[in-house]
Protein backbone atom coordinates (compact mmCIF):
# COMPACT_ATOMS: atom_id res chain seq x y z
CA UNK A 1 0.00 0.00 0.00
CA UNK A 2 2.81 2.74 1.19
CA UNK A 3 5.15 1.59 -1.41
CA UNK A 4 2.72 2.01 -4.31
CA UNK A 5 1.29 5.69 -3.29
CA UNK A 6 5.10 6.75 -2.87
CA UNK A 7 5.58 5.04 -6.63
CA UNK A 8 2.25 7.16 -7.88
CA UNK A 9 4.08 10.73 -5.81
CA UNK A 10 6.90 9.56 -7.86
CA UNK A 11 5.70 9.54 -10.91
CA UNK A 12 3.51 12.97 -10.22
CA UNK A 13 6.60 14.57 -9.33
CA UNK A 14 8.41 13.58 -12.61
CA UNK A 15 5.40 14.58 -14.72
CA UNK A 16 5.97 17.78 -13.29
CA UNK A 17 9.69 17.59 -13.90
CA UNK A 18 9.27 16.85 -17.73
CA UNK A 19 6.37 19.56 -18.14
CA UNK A 20 8.90 21.87 -16.74
CA UNK A 21 12.19 21.07 -18.21
CA UNK A 22 10.18 20.78 -21.78
CA UNK A 23 8.69 24.41 -21.42
CA UNK A 24 12.30 25.94 -20.53
CA UNK A 25 14.03 23.89 -22.50
CA UNK A 26 11.78 24.09 -25.70
CA UNK A 27 10.19 27.43 -25.27
CA UNK A 28 10.31 29.64 -28.57
CA UNK A 29 12.42 27.31 -30.13
CA UNK A 30 11.79 24.61 -32.61
CA UNK A 31 13.00 22.01 -30.47
CA UNK A 32 13.06 18.55 -31.22
CA UNK A 33 10.28 16.43 -28.96
CA UNK A 34 12.29 15.51 -25.94
CA UNK A 35 11.00 11.93 -26.19
CA UNK A 36 10.01 9.43 -28.61
CA UNK A 37 6.75 9.98 -30.11
CA UNK A 38 4.04 7.24 -30.95
CA UNK A 39 1.88 8.67 -33.28
CA UNK A 40 1.97 11.19 -35.67
CA UNK A 41 2.57 14.96 -34.26
CA UNK A 42 1.44 19.00 -34.85
CA UNK A 43 4.40 21.40 -34.99
CA UNK A 44 3.20 24.90 -34.60
CA UNK A 45 4.65 26.99 -37.58
CA UNK A 46 2.74 30.29 -37.60
CA UNK A 47 0.70 30.62 -34.39
CA UNK A 48 2.42 32.52 -31.42
CA UNK A 49 -0.35 31.36 -28.72
CA UNK A 50 -0.20 27.96 -28.55
CA UNK A 51 2.82 25.62 -27.83
CA UNK A 52 2.70 21.67 -28.07
CA UNK A 53 4.78 18.88 -26.59
CA UNK A 54 5.13 15.54 -26.77
CA UNK A 55 5.70 12.49 -24.29
CA UNK A 56 5.29 9.16 -25.24
CA UNK A 57 1.76 8.55 -23.61
CA UNK A 58 0.58 12.12 -22.99
CA UNK A 59 0.89 15.49 -24.60
CA UNK A 60 1.12 18.80 -23.29
CA UNK A 61 -0.64 21.92 -24.62
CA UNK A 62 0.71 25.14 -23.09
CA UNK A 63 -1.91 28.14 -24.65
CA UNK A 64 0.11 31.35 -23.93
CA UNK A 65 -3.13 33.44 -23.42
CA UNK A 66 -4.04 32.19 -20.16
CA UNK A 67 -0.81 30.79 -19.36
CA UNK A 68 -2.65 27.53 -18.89
CA UNK A 69 -1.25 24.35 -19.75
CA UNK A 70 -3.27 20.56 -20.72
CA UNK A 71 -1.96 17.78 -20.12
CA UNK A 72 -3.28 15.03 -22.38
CA UNK A 73 -3.30 11.39 -21.79
CA UNK A 74 -3.28 8.92 -23.75
CA UNK A 75 -6.68 6.70 -23.05
CA UNK A 76 -4.89 3.33 -22.95
CA UNK A 77 -1.98 4.35 -20.95
CA UNK A 78 -1.98 3.54 -17.27
CA UNK A 79 -1.30 7.29 -15.89
CA UNK A 80 -4.61 7.66 -17.53
CA UNK A 81 -6.45 5.58 -15.23
CA UNK A 82 -4.44 7.40 -11.89
CA UNK A 83 -3.93 10.17 -12.41
CA UNK A 84 -5.92 13.67 -12.72
CA UNK A 85 -5.03 17.49 -12.33
CA UNK A 86 -7.52 20.32 -12.24
CA UNK A 87 -5.18 23.65 -11.00
CA UNK A 88 -5.40 26.89 -11.72
CA UNK A 89 -2.36 26.39 -13.98
CA UNK A 90 -2.78 22.31 -15.87
CA UNK A 91 -5.42 20.23 -16.30
CA UNK A 92 -5.61 16.90 -17.27
CA UNK A 93 -7.89 15.29 -20.33
CA UNK A 94 -8.23 11.63 -21.26
CA UNK A 95 -7.70 11.77 -25.28
CA UNK A 96 -8.87 10.98 -27.33
CA UNK A 97 -11.92 12.31 -26.41
CA UNK A 98 -15.14 10.50 -25.89
CA UNK A 99 -17.35 13.81 -26.29
CA UNK A 100 -17.15 17.08 -25.77
CA UNK A 101 -19.35 20.63 -25.59
CA UNK A 102 -19.20 23.58 -26.50
CA UNK A 103 -19.47 27.50 -25.50
CA UNK A 104 -21.35 28.33 -28.44
CA UNK A 105 -20.75 31.98 -27.82
CA UNK A 106 -17.99 33.34 -30.93
CA UNK A 107 -16.95 29.97 -31.02
CA UNK A 108 -15.57 28.90 -34.32
CA UNK A 109 -17.11 25.65 -34.56
CA UNK A 110 -16.55 24.88 -37.95
CA UNK A 111 -12.61 23.75 -36.60
CA UNK A 112 -14.40 20.64 -35.38
CA UNK A 113 -16.17 19.81 -38.67
CA UNK A 114 -12.93 20.80 -40.64
CA UNK A 115 -11.54 17.31 -38.24
CA UNK A 116 -15.11 15.32 -38.82
CA UNK A 117 -15.51 15.16 -34.91
CA UNK A 118 -19.07 16.23 -34.81
CA UNK A 119 -20.22 12.81 -33.54
CA UNK A 120 -18.57 13.76 -30.39
CA UNK A 121 -20.30 17.07 -30.05
CA UNK A 122 -22.88 16.43 -27.35
CA UNK A 123 -23.29 19.96 -25.98
CA UNK A 124 -24.18 23.36 -27.11
CA UNK A 125 -24.68 26.41 -24.86
CA UNK A 126 -27.02 27.27 -27.35
CA UNK A 127 -28.64 27.25 -30.60
CA UNK A 128 -27.39 30.52 -32.16
CA UNK A 129 -24.49 28.54 -34.27
CA UNK A 130 -23.71 28.94 -37.79
CA UNK A 131 -23.44 25.55 -39.42
CA UNK A 132 -26.12 24.45 -40.96
CA UNK A 133 -25.10 20.32 -40.27
CA UNK A 134 -24.58 21.60 -36.54
CA UNK A 135 -27.95 22.87 -36.50
CA UNK A 136 -29.03 20.04 -38.18
CA UNK A 137 -27.61 17.23 -35.57
CA UNK A 138 -29.41 19.41 -32.67
CA UNK A 139 -32.42 19.33 -34.83
CA UNK A 140 -32.37 15.13 -35.12
CA UNK A 141 -31.13 15.37 -30.73
CA UNK A 142 -28.04 14.16 -31.20
CA UNK A 143 -26.64 17.36 -29.51
CA UNK A 144 -28.34 18.69 -25.97
CA UNK A 145 -28.42 22.46 -25.13
CA UNK A 146 -26.57 23.14 -21.80
CA UNK A 147 -27.07 25.86 -19.55
CA UNK A 148 -23.68 27.44 -19.49
CA UNK A 149 -24.07 28.43 -15.51
CA UNK A 150 -25.00 24.61 -14.82
CA UNK A 151 -21.47 23.98 -13.82
CA UNK A 152 -22.27 19.89 -12.82
CA UNK A 153 -24.16 19.57 -16.61
CA UNK A 154 -20.90 21.15 -18.14
CA UNK A 155 -18.54 18.90 -15.71
CA UNK A 156 -20.38 15.64 -17.79
CA UNK A 157 -18.24 16.45 -21.19
CA UNK A 158 -14.90 15.00 -21.35
CA UNK A 159 -14.02 18.30 -22.67
CA UNK A 160 -15.61 21.67 -22.59
CA UNK A 161 -14.22 24.34 -25.08
CA UNK A 162 -14.89 27.92 -24.44
CA UNK A 163 -13.37 31.01 -26.30
CA UNK A 164 -14.02 33.90 -23.44
CA UNK A 165 -11.30 33.85 -21.56
CA UNK A 166 -12.79 35.99 -18.56
CA UNK A 167 -15.65 33.18 -17.69
CA UNK A 168 -15.20 31.05 -15.15
CA UNK A 169 -13.86 27.75 -15.16
CA UNK A 170 -14.56 24.26 -14.29
CA UNK A 171 -11.52 21.13 -14.77
CA UNK A 172 -12.59 19.77 -18.04
CA UNK A 173 -13.04 23.33 -19.83
CA UNK A 174 -10.45 23.71 -22.20
CA UNK A 175 -10.04 27.74 -23.47
CA UNK A 176 -9.91 27.81 -27.53
CA UNK A 177 -8.32 31.45 -28.67
CA UNK A 178 -7.68 31.55 -32.53
CA UNK A 179 -9.36 35.22 -32.07
CA UNK A 180 -5.90 36.21 -30.16
CA UNK A 181 -3.67 35.57 -33.38
CA UNK A 182 -2.77 38.32 -36.04
CA UNK A 183 -3.19 36.75 -39.04
CA UNK A 184 -5.51 35.15 -41.13
CA UNK A 185 -3.28 31.90 -41.19
CA UNK A 186 -2.66 32.05 -37.65
CA UNK A 187 -5.95 31.97 -36.64
CA UNK A 188 -6.41 29.09 -38.85
CA UNK A 189 -3.99 26.98 -37.64
CA UNK A 190 -5.54 26.56 -34.30
CA UNK A 191 -6.99 23.51 -36.12
CA UNK A 192 -3.57 21.51 -34.27
CA UNK A 193 -4.98 22.60 -30.64
CA UNK A 194 -8.52 20.79 -31.38
CA UNK A 195 -6.35 18.08 -33.53
CA UNK A 196 -4.42 17.10 -30.57
CA UNK A 197 -7.29 16.42 -27.93
CA UNK A 198 -8.41 13.74 -30.65
CA UNK A 199 -5.55 11.95 -31.75
CA UNK A 200 -6.08 13.48 -35.44
CA UNK A 201 -2.86 15.38 -35.45
CA UNK A 202 -2.71 14.08 -39.45
CA UNK A 203 -5.89 15.47 -40.52
CA UNK A 204 -5.42 18.79 -38.81
CA UNK A 205 -1.64 19.26 -40.31
CA UNK A 206 -3.32 18.54 -44.00
CA UNK A 207 -6.54 20.74 -43.63
CA UNK A 208 -4.03 23.59 -42.41
CA UNK A 209 -1.51 23.19 -45.23
CA UNK A 210 -3.79 22.71 -47.67
CA UNK A 211 -5.96 25.99 -46.51
CA UNK A 212 -2.41 27.86 -46.45
CA UNK A 213 -1.06 26.77 -49.73
CA UNK A 214 -4.54 27.71 -51.35
CA UNK A 215 -3.90 31.37 -48.90
CA UNK A 216 -0.88 32.01 -50.09
CA UNK A 217 -1.57 30.67 -53.95
CA UNK A 218 -4.38 33.54 -53.95
CA UNK A 219 -1.83 36.31 -52.12
CA UNK A 220 0.85 35.63 -54.68
CA UNK A 221 -1.56 35.93 -57.41
CA UNK A 222 -3.30 38.91 -56.30
CA UNK A 223 -0.28 40.86 -54.90
CA UNK A 224 2.09 40.71 -58.46
CA UNK A 225 -0.62 41.13 -60.80
CA UNK A 226 -1.36 44.66 -60.77
CA UNK A 227 0.39 48.18 -59.52
CA UNK A 228 -3.08 49.60 -58.80
CA UNK A 229 -3.69 49.33 -55.33
CA UNK A 230 -7.20 49.69 -54.03
CA UNK A 231 -7.61 52.18 -50.47
CA UNK A 232 -9.99 50.08 -48.28
CA UNK A 233 -11.38 51.21 -44.97
CA UNK A 234 -12.83 48.72 -42.86
CA UNK A 235 -15.31 51.00 -40.45
CA UNK A 236 -18.03 50.43 -38.12
CA UNK A 237 -20.91 53.22 -36.52
CA UNK A 238 -21.32 53.00 -32.78
CA UNK A 239 -22.85 55.75 -30.43
CA UNK A 240 -22.49 58.03 -33.28
CA UNK A 241 -19.07 58.32 -33.92
CA UNK A 242 -17.44 55.76 -36.84
CA UNK A 243 -14.77 54.47 -36.28
CA UNK A 244 -11.55 52.89 -38.75
CA UNK A 245 -10.62 49.36 -37.57
CA UNK A 246 -7.03 48.70 -36.26
CA UNK A 247 -7.35 45.09 -36.25
CA UNK A 248 -4.39 43.17 -37.39
CA UNK A 249 -5.93 40.51 -39.05
CA UNK A 250 -8.55 42.62 -41.09
CA UNK A 251 -5.02 45.07 -42.46
CA UNK A 252 -3.24 41.66 -43.41
CA UNK A 253 -6.25 40.62 -45.34
CA UNK A 254 -6.48 43.46 -47.34
CA UNK A 255 -2.26 43.49 -47.98
CA UNK A 256 -2.72 40.15 -48.94
CA UNK A 257 -5.66 40.63 -51.38
CA UNK A 258 -3.62 43.62 -52.73
CA UNK A 259 -4.90 46.71 -50.91
CA UNK A 260 -3.96 49.01 -49.45
CA UNK A 261 -5.57 50.19 -45.86
CA UNK A 262 -6.48 53.80 -45.33
CA UNK A 263 -5.21 53.04 -41.28
CA UNK A 264 -1.84 53.73 -42.56
CA UNK A 265 -2.58 57.16 -44.09
CA UNK A 266 -5.10 58.69 -41.11
CA UNK A 267 -4.67 60.93 -38.13
CA UNK A 268 -7.16 59.53 -36.06
CA UNK A 269 -9.66 56.56 -35.42
CA UNK A 270 -12.94 57.57 -34.53
CA UNK A 271 -14.97 60.29 -35.96
CA UNK A 272 -17.72 61.68 -34.36
CA UNK A 273 -20.70 62.92 -37.04
CA UNK A 274 -22.30 65.52 -34.59
CA UNK A 275 -18.82 67.31 -34.17
CA UNK A 276 -18.91 69.32 -37.72
CA UNK A 277 -14.93 69.18 -37.67
CA UNK A 278 -15.31 65.37 -37.35
CA UNK A 279 -17.59 64.90 -39.99
CA UNK A 280 -15.98 67.24 -42.41
CA UNK A 281 -12.42 65.44 -41.78
CA UNK A 282 -14.32 62.02 -42.06
CA UNK A 283 -16.52 63.34 -45.30
CA UNK A 284 -12.25 64.44 -46.73
CA UNK A 285 -11.51 60.87 -45.47
CA UNK A 286 -13.95 58.94 -47.67
CA UNK A 287 -13.29 60.95 -50.48
CA UNK A 288 -10.19 59.14 -51.12
CA UNK A 289 -11.14 55.76 -50.57
CA UNK A 290 -12.34 53.24 -53.04
CA UNK A 291 -13.45 50.19 -50.94
CA UNK A 292 -15.58 50.43 -47.86
CA UNK A 293 -16.18 47.25 -45.83
CA UNK A 294 -19.34 48.45 -43.06
CA UNK A 295 -18.58 46.61 -39.88
CA UNK A 296 -21.49 48.31 -38.16
CA UNK A 297 -23.38 46.27 -35.56
CA UNK A 298 -26.98 45.43 -36.05
CA UNK A 299 -29.78 43.30 -34.28
CA UNK A 300 -31.19 42.70 -38.13
CA UNK A 301 -28.90 42.57 -41.01
CA UNK A 302 -31.38 41.94 -43.51
CA UNK A 303 -32.62 45.19 -42.76
CA UNK A 304 -29.21 46.96 -43.03
CA UNK A 305 -28.72 48.89 -46.66
CA UNK A 306 -27.26 51.14 -48.38
CA UNK A 307 -29.92 53.50 -46.96
CA UNK A 308 -28.95 53.02 -43.58
CA UNK A 309 -25.55 53.41 -44.22
CA UNK A 310 -25.90 56.63 -45.91
CA UNK A 311 -28.09 57.83 -42.92
CA UNK A 312 -25.41 56.71 -40.30
CA UNK A 313 -22.66 58.53 -42.49
CA UNK A 314 -25.06 61.72 -42.32
CA UNK A 315 -22.72 63.58 -44.95
CA UNK A 316 -24.90 65.74 -47.68
CA UNK A 317 -22.82 66.01 -50.28
CA UNK A 318 -21.27 62.26 -51.29
CA UNK A 319 -20.72 63.23 -54.82
CA UNK A 320 -16.98 62.34 -54.25
CA UNK A 321 -17.66 59.05 -53.09
CA UNK A 322 -16.13 56.86 -55.49
CA UNK A 323 -16.85 53.41 -53.67
CA UNK A 324 -20.38 54.67 -53.71
CA UNK A 325 -19.87 55.48 -57.69
CA UNK A 326 -18.32 52.23 -58.31
CA UNK A 327 -21.27 50.24 -55.85
CA UNK A 328 -18.01 49.03 -53.73
CA UNK A 329 -19.61 49.43 -50.39
CA UNK A 330 -19.78 45.79 -48.65
CA UNK A 331 -21.03 44.08 -45.38
CA UNK A 332 -19.31 40.66 -44.24
CA UNK A 333 -22.90 39.35 -43.27
CA UNK A 334 -23.88 37.63 -45.78
CA UNK A 335 -24.19 34.10 -44.03
CA UNK A 336 -26.17 34.31 -41.00
CA UNK A 337 -28.19 32.23 -38.11
CA UNK A 338 -30.95 33.87 -36.97
CA UNK A 339 -29.91 37.30 -37.66
CA UNK A 340 -27.69 37.85 -35.12
CA UNK A 341 -24.93 35.31 -35.19
CA UNK A 342 -22.50 35.39 -38.15
CA UNK A 343 -20.44 32.74 -40.18
CA UNK A 344 -17.76 35.70 -39.97
CA UNK A 345 -16.73 34.43 -36.43
CA UNK A 346 -17.20 31.03 -37.35
CA UNK A 347 -16.36 29.66 -40.79
CA UNK A 348 -13.83 32.29 -41.97
CA UNK A 349 -11.78 31.52 -39.36
CA UNK A 350 -10.89 28.34 -40.29
CA UNK A 351 -10.91 29.00 -43.86
CA UNK A 352 -9.73 32.55 -44.63
CA UNK A 353 -8.53 31.56 -47.87
CA UNK A 354 -12.19 32.02 -48.75
CA UNK A 355 -12.14 35.86 -47.48
CA UNK A 356 -9.44 36.59 -49.71
CA UNK A 357 -10.95 34.89 -52.09
CA UNK A 358 -14.04 37.57 -51.73
CA UNK A 359 -11.86 40.48 -50.99
CA UNK A 360 -10.13 39.70 -53.79
CA UNK A 361 -13.14 39.91 -55.85
CA UNK A 362 -14.29 42.99 -53.69
CA UNK A 363 -11.03 44.78 -54.66
CA UNK A 364 -10.97 43.84 -58.53
CA UNK A 365 -14.22 42.72 -59.15
CA UNK A 366 -14.51 40.29 -62.24
CA UNK A 367 -18.39 40.03 -61.64
CA UNK A 368 -17.45 36.19 -62.55
CA UNK A 369 -16.85 35.03 -58.74
CA UNK A 370 -20.03 34.64 -56.30
CA UNK A 371 -18.77 35.63 -52.62
CA UNK A 372 -18.96 33.79 -49.33
CA UNK A 373 -19.00 36.20 -46.72
CA UNK A 374 -19.10 39.84 -47.76
CA UNK A 375 -22.11 41.19 -50.17
CA UNK A 376 -22.60 44.23 -51.64
CA UNK A 377 -25.16 46.93 -50.04
CA UNK A 378 -25.52 49.33 -53.45
CA UNK A 379 -26.59 46.42 -55.23
CA UNK A 380 -29.08 45.09 -52.33
CA UNK A 381 -27.04 41.84 -52.11
CA UNK A 382 -29.32 40.15 -49.40
CA UNK A 383 -28.73 38.00 -46.44
CA UNK A 384 -28.41 34.29 -46.19
CA UNK A 385 -30.00 32.53 -43.39
CA UNK A 386 -28.20 29.60 -42.65
CA UNK A 387 -30.96 26.57 -41.40
CA UNK A 388 -30.54 22.77 -40.71
CA UNK A 389 -32.20 21.93 -43.99
CA UNK A 390 -28.45 23.38 -45.41
CA UNK A 391 -26.50 20.79 -44.42
CA UNK A 392 -25.96 18.29 -47.30
CA UNK A 393 -23.07 16.32 -46.12
CA UNK A 394 -22.81 13.21 -43.90
CA UNK A 395 -22.89 14.95 -41.29
CA UNK A 396 -20.45 12.50 -39.27
CA UNK A 397 -17.73 12.66 -41.71
CA UNK A 398 -15.01 15.64 -42.22
CA UNK A 399 -16.01 18.31 -44.17
CA UNK A 400 -13.33 19.15 -46.61
CA UNK A 401 -11.38 22.81 -47.06
CA UNK A 402 -13.16 24.28 -50.08
CA UNK A 403 -10.18 25.15 -52.35
CA UNK A 404 -10.55 28.27 -54.70
CA UNK A 405 -9.12 28.13 -57.92
CA UNK A 406 -5.66 29.79 -58.35
CA UNK A 407 -3.50 30.51 -61.22
C1 LIG B 1 -9.33 4.71 -26.37
O1 LIG B 1 -9.88 5.43 -27.46
C2 LIG B 1 -10.13 4.65 -28.59
C3 LIG B 1 -10.58 5.58 -29.71
O2 LIG B 1 -11.68 6.33 -29.31
C4 LIG B 1 -11.16 3.59 -28.27
O3 LIG B 1 -11.41 2.79 -29.40
C5 LIG B 1 -10.66 2.75 -27.12
O4 LIG B 1 -11.67 1.85 -26.73
C6 LIG B 1 -10.26 3.60 -25.94
N1 LIG B 1 -9.60 2.79 -24.96
C7 LIG B 1 -9.87 2.85 -23.67
C8 LIG B 1 -9.08 1.96 -22.78
O5 LIG B 1 -10.74 3.61 -23.24
C1 LIG C 1 -18.88 11.72 -22.00
O1 LIG C 1 -17.81 10.83 -21.74
C2 LIG C 1 -17.64 10.53 -20.36
C3 LIG C 1 -16.40 9.69 -20.24
O2 LIG C 1 -15.30 10.45 -20.64
C4 LIG C 1 -18.86 9.85 -19.85
O3 LIG C 1 -18.71 9.61 -18.45
C5 LIG C 1 -20.07 10.73 -20.06
O4 LIG C 1 -21.25 10.06 -19.71
C6 LIG C 1 -20.18 11.14 -21.51
N1 LIG C 1 -21.21 12.17 -21.61
C7 LIG C 1 -22.08 12.24 -22.62
C8 LIG C 1 -23.08 13.32 -22.57
O5 LIG C 1 -22.05 11.46 -23.56
C1 LIG D 1 -20.59 62.09 -30.12
O1 LIG D 1 -21.01 63.39 -29.74
C2 LIG D 1 -22.29 63.40 -29.12
C3 LIG D 1 -22.66 64.87 -28.89
O2 LIG D 1 -21.57 65.62 -28.49
C4 LIG D 1 -22.22 62.60 -27.83
O3 LIG D 1 -23.50 62.56 -27.24
C5 LIG D 1 -21.77 61.19 -28.15
O4 LIG D 1 -21.61 60.44 -26.95
C6 LIG D 1 -20.48 61.21 -28.90
N1 LIG D 1 -20.14 59.84 -29.29
C7 LIG D 1 -18.95 59.30 -29.04
C8 LIG D 1 -18.75 57.87 -29.44
O5 LIG D 1 -18.05 59.90 -28.50
C1 LIG E 1 -35.54 48.77 -40.97
O1 LIG E 1 -34.70 49.85 -40.61
C2 LIG E 1 -35.34 51.11 -40.56
C3 LIG E 1 -34.29 52.12 -40.23
O2 LIG E 1 -33.16 51.99 -41.03
C4 LIG E 1 -36.46 51.09 -39.53
O3 LIG E 1 -37.12 52.32 -39.55
C5 LIG E 1 -37.42 49.95 -39.85
O4 LIG E 1 -38.37 49.84 -38.83
C6 LIG E 1 -36.67 48.64 -39.97
N1 LIG E 1 -37.59 47.62 -40.42
C7 LIG E 1 -37.70 46.45 -39.80
C8 LIG E 1 -38.67 45.48 -40.41
O5 LIG E 1 -37.07 46.18 -38.79
C1 LIG F 1 -13.69 52.58 -59.99
O1 LIG F 1 -12.85 51.43 -59.94
C2 LIG F 1 -11.84 51.40 -60.95
C3 LIG F 1 -11.06 50.12 -60.79
O2 LIG F 1 -11.88 49.05 -60.48
C4 LIG F 1 -10.94 52.60 -60.83
O3 LIG F 1 -10.01 52.59 -61.88
C5 LIG F 1 -11.76 53.87 -60.85
O4 LIG F 1 -10.91 54.96 -60.60
C6 LIG F 1 -12.85 53.81 -59.82
N1 LIG F 1 -13.68 54.98 -59.91
C7 LIG F 1 -13.86 55.79 -58.90
C8 LIG F 1 -14.78 56.93 -59.12
O5 LIG F 1 -13.30 55.59 -57.80
C1 LIG G 1 -33.90 33.46 -32.90
O1 LIG G 1 -33.48 34.37 -31.88
C2 LIG G 1 -34.56 34.85 -31.10
C3 LIG G 1 -34.03 35.91 -30.16
O2 LIG G 1 -32.66 35.88 -30.02
C4 LIG G 1 -35.20 33.69 -30.36
O3 LIG G 1 -36.26 34.15 -29.56
C5 LIG G 1 -35.68 32.66 -31.37
O4 LIG G 1 -36.16 31.54 -30.70
C6 LIG G 1 -34.56 32.25 -32.29
N1 LIG G 1 -35.13 31.41 -33.34
C7 LIG G 1 -34.53 30.32 -33.80
C8 LIG G 1 -35.22 29.56 -34.88
O5 LIG G 1 -33.45 29.93 -33.37
C1 LIG H 1 -15.95 34.06 -66.19
O1 LIG H 1 -15.80 32.67 -65.93
C2 LIG H 1 -15.81 31.87 -67.10
C3 LIG H 1 -15.74 30.42 -66.68
O2 LIG H 1 -15.56 30.28 -65.32
C4 LIG H 1 -14.65 32.26 -68.01
O3 LIG H 1 -14.69 31.49 -69.17
C5 LIG H 1 -14.73 33.73 -68.32
O4 LIG H 1 -13.58 34.13 -69.05
C6 LIG H 1 -14.83 34.57 -67.09
N1 LIG H 1 -15.07 35.95 -67.44
C7 LIG H 1 -14.39 36.95 -66.89
C8 LIG H 1 -14.78 38.33 -67.32
O5 LIG H 1 -13.49 36.80 -66.06
Redesign the pocket.
Known sequence: MHSSSAACWLQIFLFFFFIVVSFLSSEGVNAAPAVKVGGSISKVEAAVNFHIYYGQTFKVIKNAIDGRSYLLLQNNSRIATRTKYCTSRIKSFVVPLSNYSVDTDFFPVSFFELLGLLGSLKGITSDSVASQCILKLYEAGEIEIINKDDQQKLAEFAAHFFSNTDQQQGCNFATFVPFAEDTPLQRAEWIKFLGVFANLEDRANQVYTTVKENYLCLAKIATTRTS?K?IVAWMDYSNGAWSFTKETYKLKYVEDAGGENIYGSINKITYNVSNPDDLDELHAILCTV?VVIDETLTSDPDNYTLSTFLQNINVEDNSCF??L??K?LWRYDKRTQNSTTLDWYNGAVSQPQLVLADLIEVL??TGNFTTTYFRNLPKEEGVISIGPQMCERDTFSAMEPTIIACG
Open positions: FPEGFANSFP
